[in-house]
């Protein structure tokens, strides 16, 4: 009986660990390449999408890869255009057998190609669709299965001219057949950044720039025709990069970045149907730049877990390269957007977020690109961290593991200032800064998500500095004044 209980209980708490799997992965090619998207499959591994350039930025191929839920690529495969760019970047999830690829396809020289594929698990294509377009380009924002089964996607269109865009909507069959397809070309070079059924009648939600004198960021019903019926202006100035995802019909989240008095911070709103804002959590403040995550920057399974993600001290207009030390950073909010928990990954590179999509072990996975600027030019690598639901790695014995933060110092080196960012798990932690001789010279204590402190009247050298939490030193670095 004694072996029996023993066994169950060695059970019951080896599910509970293998159930929380955290890995990190750097996928590093001679070539320049970024993700695409990343679908999670039955047995907890992934299939990840990203394009590759060879030539020229004209010239990139498609890449997938399957990546275990230990956080090892057990198949990689390559498709490519050999006169041109060809790439499936977005991808919506249908069954283990059934993945539905959407991407272009375009020769040099010639007008893009909308590229539709079915894959299976193992990278085989079961049927591959082209459609050639009257543009010259069309970048796939989002894609989604709606509740007919049939495909829906939205993308922003480019003509001759570049600084003329324009909105274009498809729907799909399964196998790839176009069913109905829409362009809008009301307004000149709007953006889309996502799209969702709602409610669940035929309609459709989109989030938007550029369809407003009065707003930066709107809010598009669309019927099931794919056309325009109505526009809403985006509650609180939460615009660009936004995701949106449905709790019910009258209901659904949105996060993107928040705009207050020139400063970039990140958000996530609650709206009901009309649009109107019942709640708003604001993460950052005016003193530093945050970024939404630029493809995916909130997801859940469950509405009481809802992650957000983003680029902590991001470099605006560098793109994937800055020149300095950035994270990628996480929040954990419940039902009613009470923030649980912030935490940061990185700060020893420029980390670049573009997507958290949260898993079926409850926890999430954060994808985007780590760019070493000491070493590398202009050349990144995909980074993806999986932690588990307290946004935490577990169990990783993969090489350069970026160290998990509480709390942030930068910039470093600094010189007027420095900031302090930190999640609200460690509220009331104390921040002291230590002269090389061993004086302490700056105390306080972190009550706000984010502590400017001025340095000013600190002689330029170097400092070390902790936090301490609950009595425990819980972050320490070297800081250095020029």
Not at 214 to 221: A, R
Request: with cysteine.
């Amino acid at each position: 009986m004694k072996k029996q209980i023993l066994l169950l209980i060695f059970l019951l708490v080896y599910n509970f660990v293998s159930g929380q799997s955290t890995f990190t992965l750097l996928i590093s090619n001679p070539t320049n390449e970024y993700p695409g998207d990343i679908i999670e499959l039955s047995d907890q591994s992934f299939i990840l999408s990203s394009a590759f350039f060879t030539d020229s930025p004209d010239q990139a191929a498609q890449r997938f890869f399957k990546i275990s839920r230990e956080g090892t690529i057990t198949l990689d495969s390559i498709f490519e255009n050999p006169n041109g760019r060809g790439t499936l970047l977005t991808l919506v999830y249908i069954n283990d057998t059934s993945i539905f690829c959407i991407g272009d396809w375009a020769n040099l020289n010639e007008k893009d190609q909308k590229w539709v594929a079915g894959i299976d698990s193992g990278f085989n294509i079961h049927w591959n669709k082209k459609y050639q377009l009257s543009y010259n380009y069309a970048k796939t924002a989002t894609a989604f299965l709606n509740y007919q089964g049939r495909i829906i996607s939205a993308a922003t269109a480019t003509n001759d001219d570049p600084s003329h865009s324009y909105l274009y909507f498809q729907e799909y069959s399964l196998t790839g057949d176009s069913i109905i397809s829409s362009m809008d070309s009301s307004v000149i070079s709007p953006l889309i950044f996502d799209m969702m059924e709602f409610p669940l009648n035929g309609m459709y939600r989109a989030a938007v720039s550029g369809y407003g004198q009065n707003s930066m960021g709107q809010l598009l019903m669309i019927d099931s025709s794919l056309t325009i019926v109505n526009v809403d202006p985006i509650p609180n100035s939460v615009y660009w990069y936004n995701a949106l995802k449905k709790i019910n019909d009258s209901s659904y989240y949105i996060s993107g970045n928040k705009h207050p008095n020139q400063s970039y911070d990140y958000a996530i709103m609650l709206l009901d149907e009309n649009n109107d804002c019942k709640k708003i959590s604001v993460l950052g403040q005016n003193d530093t730049i945050d970024y939404a995550g630029t493809v995916q920057s909130m997801d859940f399974l469950n509405p009481d877990k809802i992650f957000v993600g983003a680029t902590s001290n991001i470099a605006l207009y560098s793109g994937h390269y800055g020149q300095q030390n950035s994270w990628y950073a996480m929040s954990n909010f419940d039902s009613a957007l009470n923030l649980r928990w912030t935490k940061y990954y990185g700060g020893d590179a420029y980390y670049f977020l573009q997507s958290v999509v949260a898993t079926q072990d409850g926890g999430a996975i954060l994808v985007g690109t780590r760019y070493d600027y000491p070493t590398q030019s202009n050349q990144c690598d995909i980074y993806l961290i999986k932690v588990n639901e307290n946004g935490v790695l577990t169990n990783d014995d993969h090489k350069q593991s970026p160290p998990v933060h509480d709390a942030i110092v930068f910039p470093n080196p600094g010189s007027d200032y420095l900031i302090i960012e930190s999640g609200p798990q460690i509220s009331d932690a104390e921040f002291r800064m230590i002269s090389i001789d061993g004086k302490q010279v700056i105390t306080k204590t972190l009550i706000e998500r984010k502590t400017t402190l001025e340095t000013q009247f600190l002689p330029p050298g170097s400092y070390v500095w902790q936090i301490l939490f609950n009595n425990k030193v819980i972050e320490s670095g070297k800081w250095i004044k020029e």
